[in-house]
């Protein structure tokens, strides 16, 4: 019976726990620098670390101070990062990121925003940014192998970097999950229609980054219920797209998926589909592809999850911004820290970022 504490097989690394750091935008710095060396070292604990969504291009951003991987000075940046959480025996994995039709339109440097058709999203605003609220109508992508491509290179400037891995965001309404929903992809071509037509896109780039790193070290990001960012699929539509790609991934034998529950809150304009995220388990097979869980989960229900084997480990994201030390105060049943700073959630200097104390520092300080 597996616990936080117990060590996971993850392709060629063992995980020294089941503890998954999420990845947080937090909005610092385009090229990771000595803050953001700190926030990730100060979090080496985790079984394994899962970075802020990262760009893969200049464009195709939501966020002003999100960072990339697609200059030198963004590689040189994360391997300082990369290397201190090596030093402090951690494992890190590097998470790929489009925005596509929902980025704001001030950071395209006057270029369209992109998506498999010219359907915009509805509802919501932009964060940080002054802008029209709501979003525009994208562009429908002319080649969607070119951002294929994208997606490898921005793998191969990963692995120069040194990461253990990487992660396609496939989920949150960002563009691999524009093709993946019938809502957003209307195409009539091989991108478009049939559940393997919208599914070609994720599975080309797992092909593509994996031919980089390996399948075994590569990662995926799913969110089947939809509702952020506009997703909307109906419940039928839902099980059968996510039963075939959930089959297809597991057939490459990649490293994990990684499955967010439906979040109501996440779902301003009421599109998505609460489904459960568990009816796809017997889909994955643990002896190569393990499953993870996330969204809203808490010490009871993930060593639940542990315990009885509905998933291999526990995706965390909000309990990490105030506990950096969250795997060890999860493994010695530890009281959290829930004082969060708000306001040093996204953008900002080390407030709010870097200065959550640890459980000995906290009670030190009492």
Request: charged share 20%.
């Amino acid at each position: 019976m597996a616990s936080f504490a117990t060590p996971l097989r993850l392709g060629p690394l063992l995980l020294k726990n089941r503890v998954i750091m999420a990845s947080l935008t937090r909005d610092r710095n385009r090229v990771p620098g000595p803050l953001q060396v700190e926030y990730y070292t100060q979090r080496a604990g985790a079984g394994l670390i899962l970075t802020e969504g990262t760009f893969i291009e200049p464009i195709g951003a939501e966020w002003s101070n999100a960072p990339g991987i697609y200059s030198d000075e963004q590689v040189a940046g994360w391997k300082k990062v990369v290397d201190s959480v090596h030093n402090h025996n951690g494992r890190i994995f590097l998470q790929l990121w489009h925005i596509g039709r929902v980025a704001h339109p001030l950071l395209q440097d006057g270029r369209p925003n992109v998506a498999p058709s010219a359907i915009a999203a509805k509802g919501g605003k932009f964060r940080q940014l002054e802008g029209t609220p709501g979003y525009v109508t994208p562009v429908a992508i002319e080649n969607p192998e070119h951002y294929v491509a994208l997606y490898k290179r921005a793998a191969e400037r990963a692995k120069e970097a040194g990461f253990d891995g990487v992660e396609l965001h496939a989920a949150n309404g960002y563009l691999p999950h524009q093709f993946i929903d019938n809502t957003s992809n209307q195409r009539t071509d091989q991108w478009g229609g049939s559940a393997e037509n919208r599914c070609r896109f994720p599975l080309r780039i797992i092909d593509e980054i994996a031919s980089v790193y390996g399948n075994d070290r590569v990662g995926i990001k799913l969110s089947p219920g939809g509702g952020y960012n506009d997703m909307g699929m109906t419940e039928k539509n839902t099980v059968e797209t996510y039963g075939y790609l959930i089959k297809e991934l597991n057939a490459r034998r990649i490293a994990y998926i990684q499955i967010a529950r439906y979040w109501a809150l996440g779902d301003p304009v009421k599109r998505g589909t609460p489904v459960d995220i568990f009816q796809w388990r017997g889909l994955i097979d643990s002896s190569h592809t393990k499953f993870f869980v996330n969204t809203e989960y808490n010490s009871e229900d993930g060593t639940k999850a542990l315990q009885d084997g509905s998933a291999d480990a526990v995706v965390f994201g909000r309990f990490y911004i105030s506990n950096p030390d969250l795997a060890e105060r999860l493994i010695n049943n530890q009281e959290l820290n829930t004082n969060f700073n708000v306001k040093g959630f996204y953008g900002g200097n080390a407030e709010g970022y870097t200065d959550y104390p640890t459980y000995e520092q906290q009670h030190k300080a009492q």
